[in-house]
């Protein structure tokens, strides 16, 4: 029995930006054992179908796990409405998480936007060993650089205008420069198009790079086979994997861009 | 404790519950949930002659009380299925249904032959999936090719052969007649009925496919509605689905004319939902003093 499927008291719950809600749940069993890069499956109430939240927060000590999720339409919406006390219909850890190098001296961690919760226990996983490069439209949507310079990382906050951070365009540019200075690994999660991008870069400069995926999702667990991402095995044969068993995350050069 | 359990074409199942073909891949997923043997029986993925790679995604939509899919019957193929996936679904003590579907009649009978010699207990013809552009659903749309294609299949195999019927058809009666006298031990129904949603802003379809196939909730009105009718028009056995959800529906499903019941999108919202449908299908009939679910199939009084 490996999947958990249980109902989850909210221990905490804040507003980090307008429509971006962080959320603590009271559920030991899966804080034990689940991985960076895992996610939930949440039932809101009087839906058909879960909605896949990235994993934000491992607390194996305490016993809760943390979500950050923005409110994207009226599953997450109902979600969203959820208050402290409250209980959310959850199944977990689900997925394919982020391998984690030991021996890695420098790691960078790239998210945009709503892709940079995940990023959260990457950096308590590698603390001061990583920079996080986090990509934003604008103020307003600004999140957890607070929580990655806590957990030790250095972070780059980039927005499309210019009106937060020390970078004013895309995530690139600084990767661009790390990874000239050599980087043992880059993790990112966030738009497509910001994930083709820093998978070519990755490519280019030959640095090891997984990303994690996003698909509209039905079982959550691999059966359905709903959530197809088209990869390419060791032949360069093209073949539809899942996100959410094979996935979310994948090694860059496995998917076909 | 009632007796929940039934024979469909001479096959004994423990209780009427079967995941439903597509939902439930080869049962390894599930079984990280409860033990097989809960359940009265699984309906494969459905296997084609040759590995597909199905259809590229969104193929998932959720819809009011309901969803649309378009996988596109991704699947291995029936060599991998037979090899990999067969023998350890035997050892589940539950009856395994092996769905199967094709491009072509020649395919499905192939495809058939390749399970008879298995020991697979039933065969279920899919001659319904609106995903894929050959085979599929045009043979369920026509009493004609619903025919040949049954009877290239019933001529390739003696396992008990089901034909899972559309609901994209004027009329399913004509359809499940066709396939009784082509030589169908039963009938499923029904497939998923052809819907579309649309992203408003990008004008561009949600599923990557265009159209596909709703199920859920909000199709179980239509699916007691054919039930009804195709029990009055053949005297196979019927096995029922369509947006079950409780077991309240599923018993409603077999006062209907059903004999065993699928559970779809359910179980995505909840996995445990075949479990506890069974659980609740005992409470029912308990409650109401009724021995056995075999007593309430078709039983439904019309005005």
């Known amino acids: 029995m490996k999947y958990t499927q249980s109902s989850c008291r909210i221990v905490e719950k804040r507003a980090l930006a307008q429509d971006v809600f962080s959320f603590t749940l009271s559920c030991p069993e899966i804080a034990a054992i689940a991985q960076p890069g895992q996610f939930v499956h949440i039932l809101p109430k009087g839906f058909g179908l879960r909605r896949p939240i990235s994993i934000a927060g491992i607390d194996a000590e305490n016993g809760t796990l943390r979500l950050v999720f923005a409110v994207r339409g009226k599953g997450t919406d109902a979600l969203a409405g959820l208050n402290t006390g409250d209980f959310m219909d959850i199944i977990a850890p689900l997925g394919h998480g982020f391998t984690l190098k030991e021996d890695a001296e420098h790691v960078v961690l790239v998210g945009g936007g709503i892709g940079v919760p995940p990023m959260l226990p990457l950096a308590k996983y590698y603390g001061e060993r990583a920079t996080a490069i986090s990509g934003f439209r604008s103020f307003p949507q600004v999140i957890l650089q607070e929580d990655l310079e806590a957990l030790g990382a250095q972070t780059i906050c980039c927005t499309e205008d210019g009106t937060a951070g020390a970078v004013k365009g895309f995530v690139t540019a600084p990767l661009e420069q790390l990874l000239s200075e050599g980087v043992d690994a880059v993790y990112a999660c966030g738009p497509m198009p910001m994930l083709k991008a820093v998978a070519a870069l990755c490519m280019r400069t030959g640095t090891y790079c997984e990303v994690s995926l996003e698909e509209r999702m039905a079982c959550g667990v691999g059966a359905c086979l709903g959530c197809a991402c088209r990869t390419k095995d060791e032949n360069g044969e093209e073949r539809f994997l899942h996100v959410c068993k094979n996935g979310p995350v994948f090694k860059a050069e496995e998917v076909q861009w | ?303």
């Not at chain 2, 192939?110 to 399970?115: D, I, M, R, S």
Request: charged share 15%; aromatic share 4%.
């Open chain 2, 1 to 303: 404790m009632a007796d929940l359990s039934v024979n469909i074409c001479g096959v004994d199942f423990k209780n009427p519950i079967i995941p439903a073909s597509g939902v439930f891949g080869y049962g390894r997923e599930y079984e990280e949930f409860y033990p097989l043997s809960k359940l009265g029986g699984i309906a494969t993925k459905g296997t084609t002659g040759q590995r597909r790679t199905g259809n590229i995604a969104p193929r998932i939509a959720e819809t009011p009380a309901g969803m649309l899919n378009s996988v596109g019957l991704q699947n291995p193929g029936i060599d991998y299925f037979i090899a990999n996936e067969l023998p350890n679904l035997l050892t589940k003590d539950t009856v395994i249904l092996a769905n199967i579907a094709g491009s072509t009649p020649d395919e499905c009978a192939e495809v058939a032959a390749k399970l008879d010699a298995t020991d697979v207990h039933m065969i279920e013809l899919n001659i319904s999936c609106p995903n894929v552009k050959q085979g599929g659903a045009a043979f369920g749309t026509s009493c004609a090719m619903a025919e040949q294609v049954t009877a290239a299949v019933r001529k390739a195999t003696r396992k008990p052969l089901v034909v899972k019927l559309s609901p994209n058809v004027t009329s399913i009666t004509d359809i499940a007649k066709s396939v009784e006298a082509a030589g169908a031990d039963a009938v499923s129904l029904i497939n998923t009925l052809l819907g579309m949603r649309i992203d408003i802003k990008t004008r561009r379809p949600i599923l990557h496919n265009n159209v596909g196939g709703l199920s859920g909730p909000a199709i179980f009105p239509v699916a007691v509605r054919m039930v009804w009718q195709v029990a009055n028009a053949v005297s196979i056995p019927i096995i029922g689905m369509g947006g079950v959800t409780t077991g309240e529906d599923a018993i409603e499903l077999m006062e209907a004319g059903a004999s065993a019941v699928q559970v779809g999108m359910a179980c995505f919202t909840d996995p445990y939902a075949p479990v506890k449908i069974i659980d609740e299908m005992n409470a029912f009939l308990d409650a109401q003093n009724i021995a056995s679910v075999r007593d309430i199939v078709g039983t439904v009084q019309p005005w």
